[in-house]
Every structure is written in structure tokens, then in C-alpha cells.
């Protein structure tokens, strides 16, 4: 991977049937608009969206048809299966707009919001009640150091 990394004018990158697995590391790639990873060993959809979308900031086209991560009826997933595995990556690559050869609309956009934003929000929310409860303790500790002084 270290030579794509070199090709800094590269706009599509297709790495179909090569045995990538969800903890493949790609280089920061700015200029990639689109991915086609098709036919590979993806079976972590959060870890490998997360890199897609830090190395490739500006992706509008993603393709990953016939891995695990990405069901499909063609490949034994249900339909919840596949609207669900939709609006995980359209929510988390907000740009995109084909993914798996079908245009991402902004109804789908909407629901992919709106779906993650509820699983995002109430892990802030215990994330927030955690740091609210550690400042607390914090600051008791502190006041009663203050206190035996």
C-alpha cells in the first residue's frame, strides 16, 4: 500500500477479489473519490467504514458487494440486514453518494441520521454521566483535601 500513497492525482481505487479483510490500512488519500472493494474478507463493518472515511475524506462512490460486512440478499443477508448495514455507512460517510452501485438519497441520508443519531446520543449520554461523575469525584476528593489542610 505504501506506492498508492505516491499516486497523489488517483481518483478511483479498485481492489476487487484480493483477500482484504476489515483491518486492511490504507494511506491518507485525499484525492480518492471512489472505492470499489468488492468480493474481499470484510466482516468488521464499523472498523473498516472508520478507515474508509478518515483515509478517504472526500469518497462519493463505495462498493463493497459480496463481503460478510455487507449483506445482501445475494449473499444470505435479510432485507433488515441490508437497510440496516445502508444507514450505518451512509451515516458515517456523510458525502457519499452511490454506495454498492445504488444512489444514496437524501430520504436515505435522513433516516440514516436519524437511526445512528439515537445509538450515538445515548452512548454521549452515558459517556457525559460518566465524566460528570468523575469531575464529582474529583472535585470531592480535592474539597476534602482542601478541608484537612
Given at each position: 500500500?505504501?506506492?498508492?500513497?505516491?499516486?497523489?492525482?488517483?481518483s478511483?481505487?479498485?481492489?476487487?477479489?484480493?483477500?482484504?479483510?476489515?483491518?486492511?490500512?490504507?494511506?491518507?488519500?485525499?484525492?480518492?473519490?471512489?472505492?470499489?472493494?468488492?468480493?474481499?474478507?470484510?466482516?468488521?463493518?464499523?472498523?473498516?467504514?472508520e478507515?474508509?472515511?478518515?483515509?478517504?475524506?472526500?469518497?462519493?462512490?463505495l462498493?463493497?458487494?459480496?463481503?460478510?460486512?455487507?449483506?445482501?440478499?445475494?449473499?444470505?443477508?435479510?432485507?433488515?440486514?441490508?437497510?440496516?448495514?445502508?444507514q450505518?455507512?451512509?451515516?458515517?460517510?456523510?458525502?457519499?453518494?452511490?454506495l454498492?452501485?445504488?444512489?444514496?438519497?437524501?430520504?436515505?441520508?435522513?433516516?440514516?441520521?436519524?437511526?445512528?443519531?439515537?445509538?450515538?446520543?445515548?452512548?454521549?449520554?452515558?459517556?457525559?454521566?460518566?465524566?460528570?461523575?468523575?469531575?464529582?469525584?474529583?472535585?470531592?476528593?480535592?474539597?476534602?483535601?482542601?478541608?484537612?489542610?
Amino acid at each position: 500500500m505504501t506506492l498508492l500513497s505516491q499516486l497523489e492525482k488517483l481518483s478511483t481505487l479498485i481492489l476487487d477479489c484480493n483477500n482484504y479483510t476489515s483491518h486492511v490500512k490504507f494511506p491518507y488519500m485525499p484525492s480518492v473519490t471512489t472505492v470499489c472493494i468488492n468480493k474481499n474478507k470484510i466482516n468488521n463493518l464499523p472498523v473498516f467504514v472508520e478507515e474508509i472515511r478518515r483515509k478517504f475524506p472526500n469518497i462519493k462512490i463505495l462498493s463493497m458487494m459480496n463481503n460478510d460486512a455487507a449483506p445482501s440478499y445475494f449473499n444470505g443477508g435479510s432485507l433488515t440486514q441490508y437497510k440496516d448495514y445502508r444507514q450505518y455507512v451512509i451515516s458515517q460517510i456523510p458525502g457519499l453518494e452511490i454506495l454498492d452501485d445504488t444512489e444514496v438519497l437524501e430520504k436515505d441520508r435522513v433516516q440514516a441520521r436519524k437511526t445512528y443519531r439515537l445509538h450515538q446520543s445515548s452512548h454521549s449520554s452515558r459517556k457525559r454521566k460518566e465524566d460528570s461523575s468523575i469531575k464529582h469525584t474529583h472535585m470531592q476528593k480535592k474539597s476534602h483535601s482542601i478541608f484537612q489542610q
